[in-house]
């Protein structure tokens, strides 16, 4: 987004209400159009100039592709920011250590892909490297300059003791529970991307003859096997969360359980908490129908049941529907069932986070923020048992006026009052970006800190700022918060006894521990998983093309290589330029440069 376009958006925000403000980004009324897929990336189809305007998910993928060699992108966030009405504004945050060697490197690659992935918006937040894992690289192999396939063994090695040791584990099977409900015929669907093993939530939504919705979230149940204080409730404790390479994931509890036992896999059924809640429209005062829309009561209730995932959907490529099928009356469901209880939320635009970049994982992230924020209220609120929060505490005044202070000492302008409208707030932390400066580059982490990232786990509730929530806790397994928080929940069925408020208090900061070092972790599973499976490619022959020749080396980029990596053995006074095909035997890893190596074949 060009900042002539972004200031226009930004100049043009007023508080709006989220009924119109989300209309453009979930899928339309099935009886609006016969293609549902083609509904959802319609809007990233054509620029007034005719050129295909791409998607997040397209954006990211650039990113990943592009990004300079010995930059370390340790974690991308996406973020859906309300315009106004039908506009949002595609927001990517990366999580980056980039050596102070490549920063001008870098640099040129921040200018160049802005307008690349342009509307999609790119926030860089600088945090520390993966010093430590070069270092224990370097230690395990004394006097080694270039990996290849001689030491994947060892490699494997360390990528299992970054992600933890995995003790062994007797699991069974639990017998059939009679005490569950069955709710096998339910059609449920699971929007997960292909290749996702710990599937931990599906979706069902349905329209009903008197214009009311039921929409249903089940989460996966792991109370069958995880009891307080046994043998898998500490292992996830030591865990903390489940670590994300790109092929692989270490979840917090065994595998066996994990990608197996309790895992929604298509057409078994498994163990399930059941967040059922029903919409029903309210017609009583018909001003304010005609005003804004129709409103809702909401009913929910929290079902111990059995669950079929029906179908396993990606979000990122829906296949054509016809309007009246089954499914694509399910998808228009949860469309207005996600608008509808956005609209519900604040009164106000609010930025949400979410897991992928599709409309579905937008719908699917409002659902989740729901049933997080339903089921914390029933086990917290209606039968008081103390929960692990996760919170997320409103900026102090005093704070907002010290960001104040110091955006007006860099030049940029601003009121105290645009850090509570998300689409202002944004405005002014992307000019904070295109600045560039140490000074701006602190400030810009600072506000990013506060106002969309901070998010702590305590035994005491203090609402959720960023979700505009009085409550709000974390139920998957796949952290060990979301674990201990359905033993609090199995305990209001009778199953056992509840953790105490000391417990929870305890696990709750031991967590937060864990969570500082849970970025580093992750993009050091993904470096040495990729090293691993890169190794095993040494002596193959691959093409690619030139990317630069300079400071002394041939930079290319090969195909299958998500980094440059260096053409060995050519001097950079050869006839090679930018852009020129190689053919090129790849050699290894270079521990030094931490490049991928190549020579002419």
Known sequence: MNANRLSQARAALLPTEFANSLDGAFLPPATQSADLAQSIDNEHVTRHDQQRIPTPGEALNLIYRTLPAGVELHRPYHYVIPLGKREKLDLLILKIHCPDEVAQRFNEWRAEIADEIDPVVMLVLPVRGT???????????PGVTLLTDEHRHTIQSIFNSVCGERPQFSIHRVPWDMTRENLTAVPFIAPDRPGVQDIEDLIHAERKPDGSYVWRTAIVDVTDYVKPGNALDSQAMRVGSTVRARRRSIPTLPEELA?????????????????????????????????????????????????????????????????????????????????????????????IRVEGTGAL??????????????????????????????????PSKS?????????????????????????????????????????????????????????????????????????????????????????????????????????????????????????????????????????????????????????????????????????????????????????????????HTKEYEFELA
């Not at 909401?298 to 829906?318: E, F, T």
């Not at 490619?537 to 002394?552: K, Q, Y």
């Not at 090969?558 to 090129?584: H, I, W």
Request: hydrophobic share 40%; net charge positive.
């Open 259 to 351: 990608h197996d036992l309790v895992s929604f896999r298509e057409g078994e059924i498994r163990p399930a908490w059941v967040l059922e809640g029903r919409l029903i429209p309210d017609r009583e005062n018909e001003a304010l129908l005609t005003k804004r829309g129709t409103h809702y009561r909401l009913q929910y209730q929290v079902r111990r049941a059995y669950v079929c995932n029906h179908k396993s959907i990606d979000p990122s490529d829906i296949p054509p529907l016809l309007a009246n099928s089954p499914l694509a009356r399910s998808l228009s469901a949860l469309s207005e069932v996600a608008r509808i209880l956005r609209h519900r939320r604040a009164s106000k635009p609010t930025p």
């Open 399 to 591: 704070t907002k006026e010290r960001l104040h202070r110091q955006l007006k000492s860099l030049g940029v302008p601003n009121r105290v009052e645009q850090f509570d409208t998300p689409s202002e707030l944004t405005g002014i932390i992307y000019e904070l970006e295109r600045m560039r400066g140490a000074a701006s580059e602190a400030l810009k982490k600072d506000i990013i800190d506060h106002f969309l990232l901070r998010s702590l786990l305590s035994a005491d509730n203090h609402g959720h700022y960023g979700l505009r929530l009085k409550s709000y806790a974390a139920w998957k397994p796949r952290e060990a918060a979301g674990v201990a928080n359905q033993l609090q929940l199995a305990a209001t069925f009778g199953l056992h006894a509840p953790l105490s408020y000391g417990e929870i208090s305890r696990r709750s900061n031991v967590l937060n521990e864990k969570r500082g070092t849970r970025d580093e972790r992750t993009f050091s599973a993904i470096l040495l998983e990729s090293l691993y499976h890169k190794l095993s490619l040494v002596g193959s022959i691959t093409t690619g093309t030139v990317a630069d020749v300079a400071r002394g080396k041939v930079v290319v980029s090969m195909a299958g290589f998500s980094r440059l990596a260096t053409l060995c053995g050519v001097d950079t006074d050869s006839n090679l330029e930018v852009g020129a095909p190689v053919v090129g035997v790849f050699r290894g890893f270079n521990l």
């Open 131 to 141: 010093q430590h894992l070069w270092n224990n690289l370097r230690n395990r192999f």
């Open 361 to 394: 994982d937008m719908i699917t992230a409002e659902l989740m923020i729901e049933a997080n924020h339903l089921l914390s209220e029933y086990v917290g609120t209606h039968n008081s048992l103390p929960l692990c929060y996760s919170v997320h505490e409103k």
